[in-house]
Structures are given as structure tokens and as C-alpha cells.
């Protein structure tokens, strides 16, 4: 069985496209090969905070230089000192949930 999907508002995607729903679910877009673990996700994530945090300093530094401007500094440092807060909150609950596990009597 097909379905056939088609309208009349959105000529940029062709006349009629074709979605087979029996092999939705084997589509390499819902289906990865691995799924990272909460650790490789977690550093994953502190490593991009690295990035970001570099990148608004070297933003700073290229002020002096003449190679960025003020603006795209504190652009840059605004959104790393947002994901610090987002990332100490993150820290603080896993804490305090680790804390509530540990005190938690079987």
C-alpha cells in the first residue's frame, strides 16, 4: 500500500510524491546504528561548551587585533555565558537527583 501525498500550496515539491508506510520505521533517519550513552552525551556536550567558551574568547582577542568587532564578541560571550548557566543548573539538579537516589532507603 502507498500513500500519496500532493498539494496545491507547495509546487516546489513536485507534482506527487510517493511515502511507503510499511518501511517508515527502517528510514536511516529513524533508525542510527548506535545510540550514544548518557556519558558520551554529556561529553559531548561539555566539549561543545569548551568550543563555544574558546571561541568567544579568541572573539575577544581579536578585538585588540583588528579582527572582530565588539559586537561579535558579545554576541559570542552572551551565548557562552547562557550554556554556563544552562550547564551549571544541569549539573546542580544531576546532584541533587544523585543525592535524592542516595538517601533513598530500600
Known amino acids: ?3 500519496v501525498l500532493s498539494s496545491p500550496f507547495s509546487p516546489q515539491l513536485g507534482a ?10 527502517e528510514s536511516p533517519v ?5 545510540t550514544p550513552s548518557f556519558s558520551q552525551t554529556l561529553a559531548g556536550a561539555l566539549d ?7 571561541r568567544a ?4 582577542a581579536g578585538i585588540a587585533a583588528g ?3 565588539i559586537a561579535q564578541a558579545a554576541i559570542a560571550r552572551a551565548k557562552a555565558d547562557v550554556l554556563l548557566e544552562v550547564a551549571a543548573v544541569a549539573a546542580s539538579r544531576l546532584s541533587s537527583d544523585i543525592n535524592t537516589l542516595m538517601q533513598t532507603q530500600i
Open 16 to 25: 506527487m510524491s510517493s511515502v511507503d508506510p510499511s518501511n517508515v520505521f
Open 1 to 3: 500500500m502507498s500513500i
Open 67 to 69: 579582527r572582530s568587532t
Open 57 to 60: 574568547d579568541a572573539l575577544g
Open 30 to 34: 529513524l533508525r542510527s546504528a548506535e
Open 48 to 54: 561543545g561548551l569548551g568550543v563555544i567558551t574558546a
